[in-house]
Protein backbone atom coordinates (compact mmCIF):
# COMPACT_ATOMS: atom_id res chain seq x y z
CA UNK A 1 0.00 0.00 0.00
CA UNK A 2 1.14 3.62 -0.91
CA UNK A 3 0.92 6.17 2.15
CA UNK A 4 0.84 9.88 0.63
CA UNK A 5 1.52 12.83 2.63
CA UNK A 6 1.80 16.68 1.50
CA UNK A 7 2.46 20.31 2.53
CA UNK A 8 2.31 23.50 0.86
CA UNK A 9 5.53 22.38 -1.10
CA UNK A 10 6.01 18.64 -1.56
CA UNK A 11 4.03 15.29 -1.76
CA UNK A 12 5.71 12.52 -0.35
CA UNK A 13 4.89 9.26 -1.28
CA UNK A 14 5.90 6.07 0.64
CA UNK A 15 5.53 2.68 0.18
CA UNK A 16 4.84 0.05 3.00
CA UNK A 17 6.14 -2.72 1.83
CA UNK A 18 9.89 -1.48 3.01
CA UNK A 19 8.97 1.92 4.43
CA UNK A 20 10.42 3.01 1.16
CA UNK A 21 10.46 6.43 -0.33
CA UNK A 22 8.94 6.13 -4.18
CA UNK A 23 8.03 9.43 -5.21
CA UNK A 24 8.84 13.06 -3.97
CA UNK A 25 6.80 15.81 -6.14
CA UNK A 26 7.19 19.31 -5.80
CA UNK A 27 3.91 21.07 -5.72
CA UNK A 28 4.70 24.30 -7.60
CA UNK A 29 6.60 22.54 -10.45
CA UNK A 30 4.60 19.16 -10.22
CA UNK A 31 8.35 17.67 -10.63
CA UNK A 32 9.14 14.13 -10.00
CA UNK A 33 12.50 14.05 -7.69
CA UNK A 34 12.78 10.47 -7.59
CA UNK A 35 13.60 7.65 -9.71
CA UNK A 36 10.90 5.33 -11.04
CA UNK A 37 12.42 1.84 -10.15
CA UNK A 38 12.33 1.08 -13.77
CA UNK A 39 13.96 -2.53 -13.53
CA UNK A 40 15.89 -2.12 -17.02
CA UNK A 41 18.05 -0.78 -14.91
CA UNK A 42 17.45 -1.10 -11.09
CA UNK A 43 13.89 -2.19 -9.88
CA UNK A 44 13.94 0.37 -6.21
CA UNK A 45 13.20 3.64 -4.98
CA UNK A 46 15.34 4.30 -2.42
CA UNK A 47 15.50 0.94 -0.04
CA UNK A 48 16.27 1.31 3.70
CA UNK A 49 19.82 -0.90 4.45
CA UNK A 50 19.45 -2.40 7.80
CA UNK A 51 21.21 -4.51 9.54
CA UNK A 52 23.66 -4.60 6.94
CA UNK A 53 25.26 -2.56 4.15
CA UNK A 54 26.15 -3.65 0.73
CA UNK A 55 27.16 -7.61 0.76
CA UNK A 56 28.49 -10.09 3.09
CA UNK A 57 31.61 -11.96 2.47
CA UNK A 58 30.75 -15.76 1.32
CA UNK A 59 26.97 -14.28 1.89
CA UNK A 60 27.17 -14.88 5.26
CA UNK A 61 28.28 -14.01 8.77
CA UNK A 62 29.00 -15.71 12.00
CA UNK A 63 27.84 -14.74 15.97
CA UNK A 64 27.98 -16.14 19.15
CA UNK A 65 29.35 -19.56 16.83
CA UNK A 66 26.40 -19.77 14.59
CA UNK A 67 26.06 -18.81 10.88
CA UNK A 68 23.89 -16.83 9.01
CA UNK A 69 23.01 -15.56 5.89
CA UNK A 70 20.68 -12.63 4.79
CA UNK A 71 20.04 -10.51 1.55
CA UNK A 72 22.09 -7.63 -0.02
CA UNK A 73 21.32 -4.77 2.12
CA UNK A 74 19.93 -6.66 4.54
CA UNK A 75 15.74 -7.45 5.29
CA UNK A 76 13.99 -3.97 5.73
CA UNK A 77 14.04 -4.19 2.25
CA UNK A 78 11.02 -5.55 0.06
CA UNK A 79 9.70 -6.41 3.87
CA UNK A 80 6.00 -6.82 4.14
CA UNK A 81 5.22 -6.99 7.71
CA UNK A 82 6.34 -3.33 8.40
CA UNK A 83 3.51 -1.30 10.08
CA UNK A 84 1.53 2.34 9.74
CA UNK A 85 1.57 3.10 13.20
CA UNK A 86 0.87 6.83 12.30
CA UNK A 87 -0.15 9.14 10.00
CA UNK A 88 -0.88 12.67 9.84
CA UNK A 89 -1.14 15.63 7.17
CA UNK A 90 2.76 15.98 7.25
CA UNK A 91 3.99 12.60 9.27
CA UNK A 92 4.22 9.20 8.53
CA UNK A 93 5.44 6.66 10.75
CA UNK A 94 6.17 2.99 10.13
CA UNK A 95 7.68 0.31 12.21
CA UNK A 96 8.76 -3.53 12.22
CA UNK A 97 9.99 -5.82 15.03
CA UNK A 98 12.28 -8.91 15.53
CA UNK A 99 9.89 -12.17 13.69
CA UNK A 100 10.50 -15.72 13.39
CA UNK A 101 11.24 -14.93 10.01
CA UNK A 102 14.06 -11.87 10.87
CA UNK A 103 15.51 -14.27 13.45
CA UNK A 104 16.82 -17.04 11.55
CA UNK A 105 18.97 -14.06 9.34
CA UNK A 106 19.68 -11.98 12.61
CA UNK A 107 19.70 -13.56 15.82
CA UNK A 108 19.09 -10.32 17.57
CA UNK A 109 15.35 -9.43 19.57
CA UNK A 110 14.96 -4.86 18.21
CA UNK A 111 11.88 -2.92 17.09
CA UNK A 112 12.60 -0.78 14.23
CA UNK A 113 10.92 2.47 13.88
CA UNK A 114 11.26 4.95 11.12
CA UNK A 115 9.70 8.40 10.71
CA UNK A 116 9.60 10.96 7.55
CA UNK A 117 8.17 14.38 8.16
CA UNK A 118 7.53 17.36 6.00
CA UNK A 119 8.95 20.35 7.17
CA UNK A 120 8.34 23.24 3.94
CA UNK A 121 10.67 21.75 1.72
CA UNK A 122 12.53 19.51 3.45
CA UNK A 123 11.71 15.84 4.35
CA UNK A 124 13.47 14.56 7.83
CA UNK A 125 13.95 10.93 7.72
CA UNK A 126 14.41 9.28 11.30
CA UNK A 127 15.28 6.02 11.97
CA UNK A 128 15.29 4.69 15.83
CA UNK A 129 16.53 1.29 16.41
CA UNK A 130 15.41 0.00 20.34
CA UNK A 131 17.53 -3.27 21.37
CA UNK A 132 14.93 -5.30 22.99
CA UNK A 133 17.01 -8.27 23.63
CA UNK A 134 19.13 -8.93 26.84
CA UNK A 135 22.70 -9.59 24.89
CA UNK A 136 24.39 -6.82 22.75
CA UNK A 137 23.24 -5.86 19.19
CA UNK A 138 25.33 -5.10 16.33
CA UNK A 139 23.72 -3.57 13.02
CA UNK A 140 24.51 -1.38 10.22
CA UNK A 141 21.70 1.48 9.08
CA UNK A 142 21.52 3.30 5.87
CA UNK A 143 19.47 4.90 3.09
CA UNK A 144 19.79 4.55 -0.37
CA UNK A 145 17.81 7.32 -2.14
CA UNK A 146 17.55 7.36 -6.04
CA UNK A 147 17.20 11.21 -7.53
CA UNK A 148 16.18 11.73 -11.31
CA UNK A 149 19.19 12.60 -12.86
CA UNK A 150 18.52 14.29 -15.60
CA UNK A 151 15.61 16.44 -13.66
CA UNK A 152 14.74 18.09 -16.79
CA UNK A 153 14.30 17.11 -20.29
CA UNK A 154 16.70 18.17 -22.36
CA UNK A 155 19.21 17.67 -20.18
CA UNK A 156 21.85 14.93 -19.81
CA UNK A 157 23.33 12.68 -16.70
CA UNK A 158 26.89 14.64 -17.44
CA UNK A 159 25.46 18.03 -17.00
CA UNK A 160 25.14 17.02 -13.26
CA UNK A 161 27.32 17.22 -10.71
CA UNK A 162 27.71 17.20 -6.92
CA UNK A 163 28.75 20.20 -4.61
CA UNK A 164 30.21 19.04 -1.57
CA UNK A 165 29.71 21.40 1.67
CA UNK A 166 33.65 21.66 2.00
CA UNK A 167 36.46 21.38 -0.27
CA UNK A 168 37.64 17.49 0.23
CA UNK A 169 40.39 15.86 -0.37
CA UNK A 170 39.10 12.56 -0.69
CA UNK A 171 39.72 8.90 -2.21
CA UNK A 172 37.77 6.06 -2.14
CA UNK A 173 38.21 2.22 -1.67
CA UNK A 174 38.07 0.20 -5.34
CA UNK A 175 35.76 -2.38 -5.00
CA UNK A 176 35.89 -6.04 -5.77
CA UNK A 177 33.52 -8.54 -7.23
CA UNK A 178 30.03 -8.55 -5.41
CA UNK A 179 30.41 -5.21 -3.94
CA UNK A 180 33.46 -6.43 -1.45
CA UNK A 181 35.57 -3.71 -0.08
CA UNK A 182 39.44 -3.50 -1.34
CA UNK A 183 42.33 -1.89 0.48
CA UNK A 184 43.06 -0.18 -2.70
CA UNK A 185 42.26 3.42 -2.66
CA UNK A 186 42.28 6.01 -5.52
CA UNK A 187 41.56 9.62 -5.30
CA UNK A 188 38.40 11.35 -6.56
CA UNK A 189 38.32 14.93 -4.90
CA UNK A 190 41.21 16.52 -5.08
CA UNK A 191 41.18 19.63 -2.84
CA UNK A 192 37.74 20.67 -4.38
CA UNK A 193 33.99 20.84 -3.50
CA UNK A 194 32.98 19.62 -7.11
CA UNK A 195 32.62 16.24 -8.19
CA UNK A 196 31.16 16.40 -11.85
CA UNK A 197 28.96 12.98 -12.93
CA UNK A 198 29.75 10.98 -15.58
CA UNK A 199 28.92 7.04 -15.68
CA UNK A 200 32.86 6.19 -15.76
CA UNK A 201 32.82 7.25 -12.08
CA UNK A 202 30.89 3.94 -11.62
CA UNK A 203 32.32 1.29 -14.00
CA UNK A 204 33.89 -0.56 -10.52
CA UNK A 205 30.45 -0.14 -8.78
CA UNK A 206 29.52 2.55 -6.03
CA UNK A 207 32.06 5.62 -5.07
CA UNK A 208 32.47 5.21 -1.16
CA UNK A 209 33.84 8.23 1.26
CA UNK A 210 34.95 7.43 4.38
CA UNK A 211 36.40 10.33 5.91
CA UNK A 212 34.25 13.44 4.57
CA UNK A 213 34.66 16.65 5.93
CA UNK A 214 31.23 17.83 4.49
CA UNK A 215 27.80 16.78 6.35
CA UNK A 216 25.97 17.43 3.10
CA UNK A 217 25.69 17.53 -0.47
CA UNK A 218 24.05 18.78 -3.53
CA UNK A 219 22.67 17.64 -6.85
CA UNK A 220 22.85 20.67 -8.95
CA UNK A 221 22.60 21.30 -13.08
CA UNK A 222 25.07 23.29 -15.33
CA UNK A 223 21.68 24.30 -17.21
CA UNK A 224 18.82 23.94 -14.31
CA UNK A 225 18.22 26.12 -11.45
CA UNK A 226 16.69 23.05 -8.83
CA UNK A 227 19.17 21.36 -6.37
CA UNK A 228 18.57 18.71 -4.06
CA UNK A 229 20.30 18.74 -0.77
CA UNK A 230 21.27 15.80 1.36
CA UNK A 231 22.60 16.28 4.87
CA UNK A 232 23.52 13.55 6.48
CA UNK A 233 25.24 14.89 10.35
CA UNK A 234 24.35 11.39 11.34
CA UNK A 235 26.36 9.14 9.46
CA UNK A 236 30.13 8.41 8.83
CA UNK A 237 30.02 7.40 5.54
CA UNK A 238 28.52 8.29 1.75
CA UNK A 239 27.98 6.09 -0.69
CA UNK A 240 27.30 7.57 -4.55
CA UNK A 241 26.25 5.25 -7.26
CA UNK A 242 23.72 4.50 -10.48
CA UNK A 243 24.09 1.89 -12.81
CA UNK A 244 25.63 2.07 -16.46
CA UNK A 245 23.51 4.84 -18.73
CA UNK A 246 20.63 4.65 -15.98
CA UNK A 247 19.47 8.22 -15.50
CA UNK A 248 18.91 8.14 -11.82
CA UNK A 249 21.80 9.02 -9.23
CA UNK A 250 22.31 7.25 -5.15
CA UNK A 251 23.33 9.98 -2.45
CA UNK A 252 23.21 7.04 0.28
CA UNK A 253 24.34 8.02 3.79
CA UNK A 254 25.48 5.28 5.39
CA UNK A 255 26.11 3.88 9.22
CA UNK A 256 28.33 0.74 8.30
CA UNK A 257 29.95 -0.54 4.82
CA UNK A 258 29.84 -3.88 2.75
CA UNK A 259 32.17 -6.41 3.95
CA UNK A 260 36.08 -6.37 2.75
CA UNK A 261 37.68 -9.06 1.04
CA UNK A 262 39.79 -9.63 4.12
CA UNK A 263 36.67 -9.65 6.16
CA UNK A 264 37.11 -12.43 9.41
CA UNK A 265 32.93 -12.78 8.90
CA UNK A 266 32.66 -12.33 12.44
CA UNK A 267 30.11 -9.46 12.66
CA UNK A 268 30.91 -8.02 15.84
CA UNK A 269 33.88 -7.46 13.86
CA UNK A 270 32.39 -5.37 10.87
CA UNK A 271 33.81 -2.08 10.00
CA UNK A 272 31.67 0.71 10.87
CA UNK A 273 29.50 -1.51 13.48
CA UNK A 274 27.38 -0.28 15.58
CA UNK A 275 26.98 -1.75 19.47
CA UNK A 276 23.64 -1.33 20.96
CA UNK A 277 22.95 -2.36 24.71
CA UNK A 278 19.83 -3.91 25.97
CA UNK A 279 17.20 -1.98 26.36
CA UNK A 280 19.61 1.24 24.63
CA UNK A 281 18.00 3.18 21.57
CA UNK A 282 19.97 4.25 18.42
CA UNK A 283 18.49 7.42 16.34
CA UNK A 284 20.04 8.51 13.45
CA UNK A 285 18.63 11.15 10.69
CA UNK A 286 19.35 12.48 7.34
CA UNK A 287 17.13 15.31 5.43
CA UNK A 288 16.67 15.16 1.53
CA UNK A 289 15.32 18.88 0.58
CA UNK A 290 14.74 20.31 -2.54
CA UNK A 291 15.02 23.51 -4.01
CA UNK A 292 13.56 24.90 -7.18
Not at 18 to 25: D, Y
Not at 72 to 98: C, M, P, S, W
Request: glycine letters at 6%; hydrophobic letters at 35%.
Amino acid sequence: MIHTISNSALKLSVDQTGAEICSIKSIKSDKEYIWNANPEYWASHAPILFPIIGSLKGNQYTYDGNAYSMPKHGFIRYNQNIELIFKETDRLVFKLVASPETLSMYPFLFEFVITFQLIGNRINILHKITNLDTKEMYFALGGHPAFNCPINKGESFSDYYLEFESFEKASCNRLAEGGLVTDKTYLVLDNTDVLPLNYGLFEKDALIFKKLKSRKVRLRSHISDQYITVRFSDFIFLGVWTKPNAPFICIEPWQGISDSVNSDGHFKNKEGIIKLQPGKQHSAQYSIEINE
